[in-house]
């Protein structure tokens, strides 16, 4: 059974700073990785998907890049601002359409 | 959320009464999927459906029925609510798959008294 691991749970930062959001996964046999963000009591939306083929996928001033060998995946977003606060979630596909989450990471950015 | 439209978006209930979400998308995809999201649990897959009456359990689908009789409706059952059906109830389509990556509606919080 897969298993997806985020941490830190949570992370404040002030604006300005580049951080890095880590998602770990257990089985290496994935079809692809996406990031959401969530907003409080809003649903989720997708950021960044990248296929299991792939090594990073770029929006803005996301990056998201995965190692499928070492069961790893990180989201980087440079120069944070505080519009950037919520929650982040990294889902790991298999190849029946289906999706194991993460509990997520929670940002806030201070001004 | 262009395109998935869960309803209704809050509902109380009672303890043992039926209770039907509906989950509704104007994208023709193929796959939708029902997820409920619970503090200390994440989100966990309850049912889906890659096709109008195709459908298959998810890790919590005790206590859930589907059903999808149309390509754009997808339904979600609560057959006797109980108390620790209360949750977040998310629908996500899919094109094809996993190849495209999901898409979520806004959720529908239901809480059962």
């Known amino acids: 059974k897969q298993e997806v691991t985020q941490i830190p749970a949570a992370l404040s930062v002030p604006e300005g700073e580049n951080l890095v959001l880590n998602c770990s996964f257990t089985d290496s046999a994935i079809y692809n990785l996406q990031w959401f963000r969530q907003d409080p009591g809003k649903g989720l939306t997708s950021l960044l998907l990248?296929?299991?083929?792939?090594r990073e996928q770029t929006s803005g001033r996301l990056n998201a890049s995965l190692d499928k060998s070492s069961g790893r995946s990180t989201l980087y977003i440079a120069a944070s601002q505080p519009g950037d606060s919520a929650t982040y979630l990294c889902a790991v596909g298999d190849n029946a359409g289906k999706s194991t989450f993460g509990d997520g990471t929670t940002l806030t950015v201070k001004p | 959320d262009a395109g998935i439209t869960q309803s209704p978006r809050h509902k109380v209930t009672e303890t043992g009464t039926p209770v039907t979400l509906r989950c509704h998308q104007t994208e023709n995809h193929r796959y939708m999927y029902w997820y409920r999201q619970d503090p200390g649990h994440g989100l966990r897959l309850i049912h889906y459906?890659?096709?109008?009456?195709?459908?298959d359990k998810g890790e919590v689908s005790d206590g859930y029925s589907v059903s999808r009789s149309k390509t754009e409706d997808f339904l979600l059952t609560l057959e006797s609510a109980t108390s620790s059906q209360t949750s977040v109830y998310f629908c996500a389509i899919s094109v094809r798959g996993a190849d495209y990556g999901y898409t979520f509606g806004s959720g529908t919080r239901l809480t059962v008294v």
């Open positions: 459906s890659y096709g109008v009456k195709d459908t």
């Open positions: 990248i296929q299991s083929s792939q």
